[in-house]
């Protein structure tokens, strides 16, 4: 019994703590540089931060939603 309780233990553990690491993974190249208080150095983001857009390229491209 004292088996099945520690697993569960570990197991939310473990649950809990990769959550974060998960949302690490969509950051994109603008947001990791923000976060450095740096400006992304990549010539596309350059260009887009010049015309006061966001780079679709690395940040995707962001679909507008309608009010219907």
Wanted: glycine letters at 6%; aromatic letters at 4%; a positive charge.
């Amino acid at each position: 019994m004292k088996f099945l309780h520690l697993f569960s233990v570990i197991a939310c553990s473990l649950a809990v703590l990769s959550g974060p690491a998960f949302a690490l993974e969509h950051e994109t190249c603008c947001t990791r540089a923000k976060a450095a208080g740096k400006v992304c150095e990549h010539k596309c983001c350059e260009k887009a931060r010049k015309d006061g857009k966001v780079c679709e390229k690395c940040n995707g491209k962001k679909e507008k939603k309608e009010d219907k």
